[in-house]
Nanobody, 125 residues
């Protein structure tokens, strides 16, 4: 019921920055939370962060806390992931996801209803 499209991935040197965007369409009025996850080759999906759609509260995974920031442009139905001080271990496919639920385990990927196609982020050392 919600379509999500990520963009902004690419190649960057360690210590650099990237900003990812996730554009939402469809039944966007149903969204309560937007999450960011990432998946490296051979690994499971890791929680990066999330933002509450209306209240705009945020939380982050320990590995990115202090380096990544999530924000939302309400007019564009778009959520952003600003990534600073990038490390080689940040290399992964980054996904955004949405869920129409106000109380849930937001760090668990299985809790989310809709997912984007992902965008590749590669950090060189």
């Amino acid at each position: 019921q919600v379509q999500l499209v990520e963009s902004g991935g690419g190649l960057v040197q360690a210590g650099g920055s990237l900003r990812l965007a996730c554009a939402a369409s469809g039944r966007t009025s149903s969204i309560d939370f937007m999450g960011w996850f990432r998946q490296a080759p051979g690994k499971g999906r890791e929680f990066v962060g999330c933002i509450e759609w209306n209240g705009k509260t945020t939380d982050y995974g320990d590995s990115v806390k202090g380096r990544f920031t999530i924000s939302r442009d309400i007019a564009k139905n778009t959520v952003y992931l600003q990534m600073n001080s990038l490390k080689p271990e940040d290399t992964a496919v980054y996904y955004c996801a949405s869920v129409g639920r106000r109380r849930f385990a937001y760090w668990q990927p299985g809790q989310y209803d809709d997912w984007g196609q992902g965008t590749q982020v590669t950090v060189s050392s």
